[in-house]
């Protein structure tokens, strides 16, 4: 499996301001993606971060609110824009196209993120 | 589109008893993964289990086995010898085998919260 980090693990931000959440692999991976996961809830694809391109997002979530950088195969970050307090979930960041694990997807510890 | 049914949203067993956990899935598609996740407090995603679906072995780890009916689409988790640990929200999970990356999304069941009794 992957060491995937995620910085910060947690955090507590005002309305309107933003944040940036880093991810950080330990190995090259095919494949990153951002979930949103809100209290109690299941996971929620944000979108899929393509290195050199720009992110493929879901239904529901658009560039300008959560813009996303991967510049290269063990690194990306995804951005929290002009938050509100509905924005207040953990954010996972997760990888597939490892090089012993292909098929399967490994997750960081998550971002804490809540929102005043 | 694919769906992910996990209509349980608790269960509790004694330690060191067995205990089953649902999943049904829809799909379309002959070629798909199906995982399972457990989630403890600490939040981290833990990989459990791995069912490739043109295989008909169900998949085994240790003391976690999956009952994977591919014409029922059902998917369950069976958890023998539960300890304590084992206390976590659990999510069934779909992934098509789609060789285009764009398909390698997971799709997540709304998990189940499963209690341990000492």
């Known amino acids: 499996s992957a060491v995937i980090s995620q910085k910060p693990s947690r955090d507590i931000c005002q309305r309107g301001t933003s944040l940036t959440i880093q991810c950080q692999v330990d190995?090259?991976?095919?494949?990153m993606f951002w979930y949103r996961q809100q209290p109690g809830q299941s996971l929620t694809l944000i979108a899929t971060?393509?290195?050199?391109?720009?992110?493929?997002?879901e239904s529901g979530f658009v560039i300008d609110k959560f813009p996303i950088s991967r510049p290269n195969l063990t690194f990306s970050t995804l951005t929290v824009s002009n938050m509100s307090p509905e924005d207040s979930s953990i954010y996972l960041c997760?990888?597939?196209?490892?090089?012993?694990?292909?098929?399967?997807?490994?997750f960081g510890p998550g971002t804490r993120l809540t929102v005043l | 589109a694919q769906t992910v049914t996990q209509s349980q949203p608790e269960m509790s067993v004694q330690e060191a008893e067995t205990v089953t956990l649902s999943c049904t899935y829809d799909?379309?598609?002959?070629?798909?993964?199906l995982f399972w996740y457990k989630q403890p407090p600490s939040r981290q995603m833990i990989l459990v289990i791995r069912q490739e679906a043109y295989k008909q072995q169900n998949a085994t780890e240790n003391r976690f086995s999956v009952n994977f009916q591919k014409a029922a689409k059902s998917f369950s988790l069976k958890i023998s010898d539960s300890q304590l640990g084992d206390a976590a929200m659990y999510f069934c999970a779909y992934r098509s085998d789609k060789s285009n990356g764009a398909n390698s999304k997971l799709t997540f069941g709304k998990g189940i919260t499963l209690s341990v009794r000492p």
């Open positions: 799909t379309s598609e002959s070629d798909y993964y």
């Open positions: 997760s990888v597939s196209g490892t090089p012993s694990s292909y098929n399967e997807q490994f």
């Open positions: 190995s090259q991976v095919t494949m």
């Open positions: 971060a393509n290195q050199g391109s720009e992110a493929t997002y």
